[in-house]
């Protein structure tokens, strides 16, 4: 167990369904990252937040998805109207402010869109 | 972002040394090299990383070549629980550079008893 936690684990929607997802990172860091994993692939990077200021977005952030981190500390990450291409592994991951720091990964949620 | 280059899969066998190489020939001088690993079921945990020196911790060894442009991670003593996808990474350490991980698709080291 990292620290990071990540709800629900599992979700199955069905296509065109909205969906949130939420990362609790470790307390004390404040960077904050989503990546998305395809079977076989490695996990890709989505978007980052320092604090509550989200600083980077990924071409793959497409505008049905939306991400939060209104306290700079837990941080939602939203699908809406979701597609079949969307089923994957959502992985949330933590780290202190400075740069090159370790980045400790929650168990992610799996996401599954028939 | 600079790219690495890893062997899809390697096997190994229970207690013996691994050798875990890593090309990335178009490295930066400011790019650190990093490994995670990713057990089944579970998110990438770091392993260990380095600049320039080799770099020992309690998970493993990072053995970098003296031009940079290749790197090998070593797991002195392979255990069942070393069974995981092992992902090289190239990390600029530049003020304002992106903080993002890039994975590939890293090498999957599988353990035989």
């Known amino acids: 167990d990292t620290g990071v936690s990540q709800d629900p684990r599992h979700k199955i929607t069905k296509r065109g369904q909205n969906v949130t997802f939420r990362c609790d990172p470790i307390?004390?860091?404040?960077?904050l990252y989503w990546y998305r994993q395809t079977l076989g692939q490695g996990p890709e990077f989505l978007t980052y937040f320092q604090n509550e200021a989200q600083l980077e977005k990924s071409r793959l952030l497409s505008d049905r998805f939306s991400a939060e981190r209104p306290k700079g500390s837990f941080s939602t990450l939203e699908i809406q109207r979701t597609e079949q291409g969307d089923s994957a592994m959502y992985l949330c991951?933590?780290?202190?402010?400075?740069?090159?720091?370790?980045?400790?990964f929650g168990p992610g949620t799996r996401l599954l869109v028939l | 972002d600079a790219k690495t280059t890893q062997p899809n899969s390697m096997e190994s066998n229970e207690e013996e040394p691994v050798h875990l190489p890593c090309n990335h020939s178009?490295?930066?001088?400011?790019?650190?090299i990093h490994w995670y690993r990713q057990l089944p079921s579970q998110g990438p945990e770091y392993v260990i990383h380095?600049?320039?020196s080799n770099v020992n911790n309690r998970m493993a060894s990072l053995a970098i070549a003296e031009d940079r442009k290749s790197s090998t991670l070593i797991l002195h003593r392979a255990t069942l629980r070393d069974a995981a996808v092992y992902y090289c990474i190239l990390r600029d350490v530049v003020q304002g550079g992106s903080e993002k991980l890039v994975f590939g698709k890293g090498t999957k080291l599988t353990v035989n008893p």
């Open positions: 991951a933590s780290s202190q402010h400075t740069s090159l720091e370790t980045q400790y």
């Open positions: 178009t490295i930066s001088g400011t790019d650190y």
């Open positions: 380095g600049l320039t």
């Open positions: 307390s004390e860091h404040n960077r």
